[in-house]
């Protein structure tokens, strides 16, 4: 089902646009340019590349290079359609735009005669068609020196741009001879310019012996980020003429929600398109239909990719499926039961393949699939029917308890399968206490370093509802902690006192929540923007905070240094007093030498940036040693652009 228009009396105003799933090459160029998001710089330049490569005689090969879904499709489209459109390639071009699936091509012969007919079909002026009909009634050495003298013949004085999906299929079927006999026509001839994709760099591309290695420039393309997500719904919502859905996006409980959808769909464009049913569709099952029919279609060609891998690759991809995330090499080697040579040496060549990717830790890496669709498809197979439950987890994201009860009890809206997806999604409010939406926040908010990052994650934060107490309490952080957002002045002395108290509990909690410095950041900033504010405030409330506060910065101090310094810069709190009461609010009446020697350091920092305030000279931060003169012009920096951005 790839149309989103629905009856629903909301939806009358609305235009009804195609929008495929599977072959974006059958939308409107209009619609394909109303919907390109991240693309553009990548789009123009392959562009420029084409027309410089027919003006100076020149050839620049293209590879796109990326997994299902992200969007090779939608590219070679438009830019397919921006070529056809210029009077250069108009006067100096001829165009093959070779379909998807070009089957049964077993030789270069064969290709040749393909991209015949495609020119027949654009160039029906030229008559290829009859000037091929001779080549049939030829022995096949024959046929083979006419049909590229005819291609020749067709060409004259222009060049060839051929436009070719899924080039690893093709290569497949060509064989190292036809392959050979390809490259062997573009180096004698030079008028041919190639424009292809493929899902993963292959060997007939990446091995030095293969007859195309070093002949493509190569053009990966990266899933999108959540802002361009974000753009992409909204440019959806936009050609369809939905304001209601466009209207949504923009709100906090817009955003969060498809925020939460971002972590599971992985900014695999794809996914989006089905998923931009889900924002207005009303009737649960065409939603279950449409999601379960993509999932079929494309369930035929991940197992077929499963089958071109050796076994232990296999026990690592499915490993990875059912972990749903990234894992160390030690990890992914104990559970398939194979050593860590041979698990990092595996996991190297599918990261080759783009199968996996890594992430840097330290001296650690990571591994994760590239694709979130294969592992929907290989769900939906290991579940035998049950309700695929990454779908499940988007009908929790997407309805609060209430309105999945008010669904299920609708009568004769929904079979069997839908009220099963309902059930689970129902269930997962019982045994999961924290909403997706809430989550998502969240986890983006602990990864977040810089002030303006962190700013429209805590907005969107404190205007979620929530029955989760420990959320509750990161709200009433942070309405205490971002003075500039929700000025405490505003607040009553017994909403100042509960906050204080939801806030004291929180930082009691979070050296046990938190596992690593670089996530306890944000939320040492909020809590040390709460305790300055309400220490400039009233002292007596800021006292329950500081106790807590000083045992987390204990636990985490080099996070615990940058977040003091973010959080009393622009205070104008006295740096001696502020830091004297955080220290001697310690429980214990005495800190550990280790944060006592943190707060000299600070003290010293804090007295070299009076100093440069006053004097806006470099001169008063050379007393510091480097990496604490570093550690401040960094943030003087950071400031300083914050303060450009806002103006």
Avoid at 99 to 122: H, M
Avoid at 209 to 227: H, K, N, Q
Avoid at 340 to 362: D, F, M
Avoid at 568 to 583: F, G, V
């Amino acid at each position: 089902m790839n149309t989103l228009a629905d009856t629903s009396p909301a939806s009358r105003s609305r235009k009804t646009v195609y929008f495929s799933h599977f072959t974006p090459s059958m939308m409107a160029p209009e619609t394909l340019e109303a919907m390109l998001v991240q693309r553009e710089p990548l789009l123009s330049r392959s562009l420029d590349n084409v027309l410089d490569s027919l003006r100076t005689g020149s050839s620049h090969h293209t590879l796109f290079v990326g997994p299902r879904g992200i969007g090779k499709t939608h590219l070679i489209s438009l830019l397919h359609h921006r070529l056809t459109q210029t009077p250069q390639a108009q006067e100096k071009a001829l165009i093959a735009w070779m379909r998807e699936e070009e089957w049964g091509v077993t030789s270069f012969f064969e290709l040749v005669l393909r991209i015949l007919r495609t020119l027949d079909a654009s160039y029906p002026q030229l008559d290829i068609e009859q000037r091929t009909l001779a080549i049939y009634d030829l022995a096949m050495d024959e046929a083979e020196k006419q049909a590229e003298s005819l291609l020749l013949e067709v060409l004259g004085d222009k060049r060839l741009v051929v436009f070719l999906e899924n080039l690893d299929d093709l290569f497949e079927q060509l064989g190292d001879q036809g392959q050979k006999a390809w490259r062997a026509f573009i180096q004698n001839h030079g008028n041919m310019i190639l424009v292809c994709t493929t899902p993963s760099l292959f060997a007939g591309v990446s091995l030095q012996r293969s007859a195309f290695y070093g002949f493509f420039d190569i053009e990966p393309l990266i899933e999108l980020d959540f802002e361009e997500v974000v753009l992409l719904l909204e440019k959806i919502a936009a050609e369809r003429g939905d304001q209601e859905l466009a209207d949504f996006i923009l709100t906090p409980e817009g955003r969060s929600r498809i925020r939460a959808v971002h972590h599971l769909a992985e900014g695999n464009p794809r996914i989006y398109i089905i998923f931009a049913q889900f924002l207005s569709r009303d009737a649960l099952d065409e939603l279950v239909e449409a999601f379960m029919h993509t999932l079929d279609e494309l369930t035929p060609y991940y197992q077929a990719r499963m089958k071109e891998l050796s076994g232990q690759q296999r026990k690592i991809v499915e490993y990875l499926v059912n972990y749903r995330g990234a894992a160390p090499v030690k990890q992914i080697a104990k559970s398939c039961f194979i050593t860590q040579q041979t698990c990092s040496s595996q996991l190297k060549q599918l990261k080759q393949k783009r199968y996996v990717r890594s992430i840097e830790q330290g001296r650690e890496s990571y591994y994760e699939l590239c694709e979130p669709l294969m592992r929907l498809c290989m769900e939906v197979k290991k579940q035998r029917g049950e309700p695929v439950s990454l779908f499940v987890e988007m009908l929790r994201i997407w309805y609060t308890e209430d309105q999945l009860k008010a669904l299920l009890e609708e009568p004769a809206q929904h079979g069997g399968l839908e009220a099963a997806y309902l059930k689970q999604a129902l269930a997962l409010f019982e045994t999961q206490a924290m909403e997706p939406t809430v989550g998502a926040v969240l986890k983006d908010l602990s990864a977040a370093f810089e002030p303006a990052t962190i700013q429209p994650l805590v907005r969107e934060l404190t205007e979620l509802k929530t029955k989760n107490l420990f959320v509750q309490q990161v709200q009433s952080l942070i309405r205490l902690g971002w003075h500039e957002m929700f000025p405490i002045e505003a607040l009553s002395d017994e909403k100042i006192l509960r906050s204080v108290a939801d806030v004291t509990a929180l930082a009691t909690q979070l050296p046990v929540f938190l596992k690593k410095e670089k996530d306890a950041y944000s939320f040492l900033l909020m809590l040390l923007n709460a305790g300055a504010y309400l220490f400039q405030y009233k002292l007596n409330y800021s006292m329950p905070l500081l106790q807590a506060l000083i045992l987390v910065i204990e636990k985490f101090p080099a996070a615990g240094a940058v977040a003091i310094i973010h959080a009393t810069t622009p205070t104008h709190l006295p740096a001696k007093s502020w830091l004297a009461a955080l220290i001697n609010a310690h429980p214990k009446g005495k800190a550990s030498r280790e944060v006592e020697s943190l707060v000299k350091k600070l003290l010293r920092i804090f007295t070299a940036l009076n100093e440069y305030k006053a004097s806006n000279h470099d001169a008063a931060l050379l007393q510091l040693p480097k990496e604490e003169r570093n550690l401040v012009e960094s943030i003087l920096k950071q400031r300083a652009n914050m303060t450009k951005n806002s103006a």
